[in-house]
């Protein structure tokens, strides 16, 4: 994940919450998403996999019993120490702006919204630098974003721990930022994060600017074409 975009989540909320993320997130249909993840790669003949923010390293774990050999980055250790009890992949601590690891992969993944924390243009193109130069020769990425249609204010509960979501999306800026509050048992913790939303134009400009010959951008964990209002989008680079 991103260092300097949402330093607040990153060292106070996110450390403390590492722990409870899987229970946080348990209702989240990991699995379609691996079954999308792991039909897009075989499509294309991947063996090899470095999932980039990949947080407790769920997604590594569906691929890993699927036989994909995997590696897997995080900014933020807490979560990487999770990630250590569930999967045998090689574990990094790195940012996406920068990172540099001595060896190429088939395909790149890059889940839950991670790319948002990109906050700039800038910032972007340098985390699609990094994804270009560690892919090997007919590689390909993934990246799964976000994409709000509005602003908006929800609660939910998963597993005894209440979460207490509201986020503002300016269209102008293309900025969304999101305070939440968990509660877990008499604790409360308070997070905070802002994302920047990519059109699909942008991802697409972006993505062959970085050296990629081909864009496919899905929507809902599929094959199907993405249109400006899908709720998640899922931008496929070829070299």
């Known amino acids: 994940m991103k260092n300097n975009s949402s330093g607040f989540m990153q060292n106070f909320g996110y450390k403390q919450l590492a722990g409870f993320y899987d229970k946080i997130y348990a209702k989240k249909n990991y699995a379609a998403e691996a079954r999308f993840v792991e039909d897009l790669l075989e499509r294309n003949g991947a063996k090899t996999v470095l999932d980039v923010g990949c947080g407790t390293g769920t997604h590594l774990a569906m691929l890993e019993k699927c036989g994909f050999e995997c590696a897997g980055i995080d900014l933020n250790q807490k979560m990487l120490d999770v990630a250590k ?48 130069k560690h892919l090997n020769k007919k590689g390909m990425m993934l990246i799964d974003l976000h994409n709000p249609s509005g602003s908006g204010k929800k609660t939910d509960n998963a597993d005894g721990i209440e979460r207490e979501i509201e986020w503002n999306f300016d269209k102008e800026t293309g900025i969304e930022k999101s305070k939440v509050m968990f509660r877990v048992g008499n604790e409360t913790i308070e997070d905070s994060h802002i994302f920047r939303i990519y059109t699909i134009e942008e991802m697409k400009e972006l993505v062959k600017r970085a050296g990629f010959s081909k864009v496919s951008v899905y929507e809902g964990y599929g094959f199907k074409e993405a249109e400006s209002g899908s709720k998640n989008l899922e931008v496929v680079g070829m070299i």
């Open 85 to 132: 009890q569930k999967v045998k992949a090689q574990l990094i601590r790195a940012d996406m702006t920068d990172f540099q690891i001595q060896k190429k992969f088939d395909a790149i993944i890059c889940m839950f919204a991670t790319f948002n924390h990109n906050t700039s243009l800038e910032d972007a193109r340098k985390t699609l630098g990094c994804f270009r």
